[in-house]
């Protein structure tokens, strides 16, 4: 008795294990590794440059209009471009990020790394900065993160924090994925790796670009490590530098809310998110199916309109020799043309039709005939029959056999 309720309790268990996994896959889509792989290049940067980023991410289309914007303004100032920037409804994250034009170049250049990155953030943001403190604490284990120079790297409830070590100058680095991390952990998930930008100046393992001296609307968003979520003030009153404890503790901090408007459409790539945010978009990989099935029903649908158009040239035809009878005399119609015999000639013709489309085979023979008789009337010979015709073309091809025959013998006798 015994062994039987443990062979009870043990297949119910193995039953309900997968479906807890499958609830598990599907409230997180991005495994431990793939976030790795996405925040490698990333997880380093100073913590406000981070929370823009990761803002960003989650608005693809306004960081490419962002981008081509600072390509056809290269010389202007930041207090410039925050001036002509302020009528554009793009969200303050990429307006922040528009100082920093290597950076809005990889975004853009990286399109599907972005997009990735920014429904990652959207689908659990506790499991995106608690990738970003396991990848700095394999940096500090690996020696490489005591070496930032421009960047004071401090520690708060065993969370590690990088800030610019001078107020309002930010820079920003450059490492390489690969080797700063030490062993890398997950093997079928390689690090993202960015190639050496030319205007970089550094040492190994850092390399930086030029300070961004800060004049704008740029303090204004800072992570929450002990509970895990990005805390946003209101960017227009934060053109100065704020410090992370002051924008997390401040009276008018809220919790970071994705606006969709600002997506401008593009697809999100869980079922969980458009749930969450009513989106009927669809993405790349759906889209092929999509038109797969489309071309299918276009193909269904052409097939059907050739039959119909088929059946109602049968039923014009019906419908002339309908006209024609009616038209005829009440002296023709009452001799045995009937209205019943009209439709099963239609009918008939309509199954021989459907049947063999061709034209059979005995009435061209009948034609050949009547042709050879129409032939014969005018002449003064008689009459042939159905074989004569066919009899004369032997008997010339047999006369034809036997002149040559006899060329050839005379030929060579002359020889």
Not at 23 to 38: C, D, H, K
Not at 291 to 320: F, G, V
Not at 330 to 346: E, I, R, S
Not at 382 to 395: E, F, M, Q
Request: hydrophobic content about 30%; glycine content about 2%.
């Amino acid at each position: 008795m015994k062994k039987l309720i443990l062979f009870i309790f043990l297949t119910l268990f193995i039953l309900r294990t997968p479906s807890s996994q499958a609830q598990n896959n599907e409230a997180s889509p991005f495994t431990e590794g793939q976030l790795a792989q996405l925040l490698a290049p990333v997880a380093l940067y100073p913590d406000t440059l981070l929370t823009h980023i990761l803002i960003a991410a989650t608005y693809p289309i306004e960081i490419i209009e962002a981008h081509r914007w600072v390509i056809k303004h290269p010389q202007l100032s930041s207090t410039q471009i925050f001036d002509q920037v302020s009528d554009k409804d793009w969200d303050p994250s990429v307006k922040a990020l528009l100082p920093f034009p290597m950076v809005l170049k990889k975004l853009n250049d990286e399109l599907s790394w972005t997009t990735q990155l920014g429904d990652a953030f959207l689908t659990d943001q506790v499991q995106v900065l608690s990738s970003i403190q396991q990848l700095r604490i394999k940096a500090e284990q690996a020696g490489n993160l005591s070496t930032m120079d421009n960047m004071a790297v401090s520690h708060e409830d065993n969370n590690i924090i990088i800030e610019p070590l001078e107020p309002e100058i930010v820079y920003v680095p450059y490492y390489d994925s690969r080797t700063i991390y030490g062993n890398w952990h997950w093997a079928h998930y390689q690090p993202v790796y960015w190639s050496h930008p030319q205007r970089y100046v550094g040492h190994h393992p850092y390399y930086w670009h030029s300070g961004v001296h800060i004049s704008f609307n740029y303090f204004f968003s800072a992570f929450h490590w002990q509970n895990r979520h990005l805390v946003v003030l209101n960017h227009r009153d934060s053109h100065r530098y704020l410090q992370k404890k002051r924008i997390v503790s401040s009276h008018g901090a809220k919790r970071w809310l994705h606006k969709p408007h600002h997506r401008r459409g593009v697809a999100y790539s869980n079922k969980q998110l458009k749930k969450h945010y009513k989106s009927n978009r669809v993405n790349k990989s759906q889209r092929k199916v999509i038109r797969q099935k489309d071309t299918q029903i276009k193909a269904i649908q052409n097939k059907q309109k050739n039959k119909s158009r088929y059946s109602s040239a049968l039923n014009t035809k019906h419908s002339k020799t309908l006209k024609q009878f009616h038209k005829l005399p009440n002296n023709k119609k009452a001799k045995g043309v009937n209205k019943d015999k009209v439709t099963n000639k239609h009918q008939n013709h309509r199954i021989n039709n459907a049947k063999s489309p061709k034209r059979p085979v005995i009435k061209d023979k009948m034609r050949r005939y009547e042709n050879d008789r129409k032939m014969d009337k005018g002449s003064t010979r008689p009459k042939l029959n159905r074989s004569s015709s066919r009899h004369k073309i032997k008997t010339n091809m047999s006369r034809t056999k036997m002149h040559n025959s006899r060329t050839k013998a005379k030929n060579n006798d002359n020889k």
